[in-house]
């Protein structure tokens, strides 16, 4: 059984993601957990000690935040009636990461999708807070999708990789099981930028290549920067996911400054896994 977090907050950009896991894991047997935080519009020191002028209005969001999850579920039941599907809603007076982080723990989730929470109608990933808390703060991994993306089977999947820390068939249990379920190839790409790799790398690699087996490709490209190898690969082949471990020696936490984003042009055009290195 498969343990899915879904943080919704109603609109289209989560309704995206929504969709994109229910036909992601339309084959395998799950538990979907359809999360809703909120707070008060007006959330200040007069709320917490109880002021005359907020009384109730917390019940009021509550009220609402149910009722709607309610009527989510019954749509996605209706929709994607799926007898391997399970669902369950939660409602909770928090912030979205921290209430992500408690509910992965208290469920024992095995991954989180979610929507960009970014910029309204961009058509590829821009980090918005809430993504990148959750992203830093999950002990599972993320599976961030773009505004507005239709669903495609992930065939190909790109995995950037500088083989810094070991990774096994625990770590990759998800990438493992969309692998298998979809048969998809994944094509592992490590970036060369003068520097071969020591023994420790080579010793990684070679695992990786051991818990990946025959579905994966190795590739050896020569760039001076990662995320450029990044863009023309996805150029050259039509990638339909972008996975990366986060590991904060390496480029992956540059990648939530937004101005280096910018600069350096880090276009994601497709759902995103994040894999925590534990």
Not at 18 to 25: D, E, G, Q, T, W
Not at 259 to 266: D, R, S
Request: proline share 5%; with cysteine.
């Amino acid at each position: 059984m498969t343990r899915i977090l879904l943080p919704t907050d109603f609109s289209k950009n989560s309704l995206t993601a929504i969709r994109y896991a229910l036909n992601l894991y339309k084959d395998i047997k799950c538990t979907f957990y359809l999360l809703n935080s909120y707070m008060p519009p007006v959330y200040h020191t007069e709320y917490l000690m109880g002021s005359p002028a907020q009384i109730g209005l917390g019940d009021i969001v509550q009220e609402n935040s149910m009722n709607n999850l309610d009527n989510l579920k019954k749509k996605i039941e209706k929709d994607f009636e799926n007898p391997l599907h399970t669902f369950i809603t939660h409602s909770a007076l928090n912030v979205l990461s921290s209430e992500v982080t408690r509910t992965v723990e208290a469920e024992d989730i095995d991954i989180v999708i979610m929507g960009t929470q970014g910029a309204t109608g961009a058509k590829e990933i821009l980090f918005g807070t809430n993504t990148v808390h959750v992203i830093k703060n999950s002990k599972c991994p993320v599976l961030v999708i773009p505004s507005g993306f239709e669903y495609e089977a992930p065939e190909q999947i790109l995995f950037p990789n500088d083989f810094e820390v070991e990774l096994n068939k625990s770590s990759l249990s998800q990438l493992l099981k969309i692998v298998n379920t979809h048969v998809s190839q994944v094509n592992v790409m490590h970036v060369y930028t003068g520097d071969d790799l020591n023994p420790v790398q080579l010793k990684h690699k070679e695992k990786l290549e051991k818990v990946l087996s025959k579905n994966a490709l190795f590739h050896e490209v020569s760039s001076n920067e990662i995320i450029a190898a990044i863009n023309t690969f996805q150029v050259k082949q039509k990638i339909n996911l972008l996975v990366m471990v986060q590991n904060k020696h390496t480029f992956f936490e540059r990648l939530f400054i937004e101005p280096v984003i910018k600069k350096i042009g880090f276009h994601v055009t497709v759902p995103f896994m994040v894999i925590p290195h534990l």
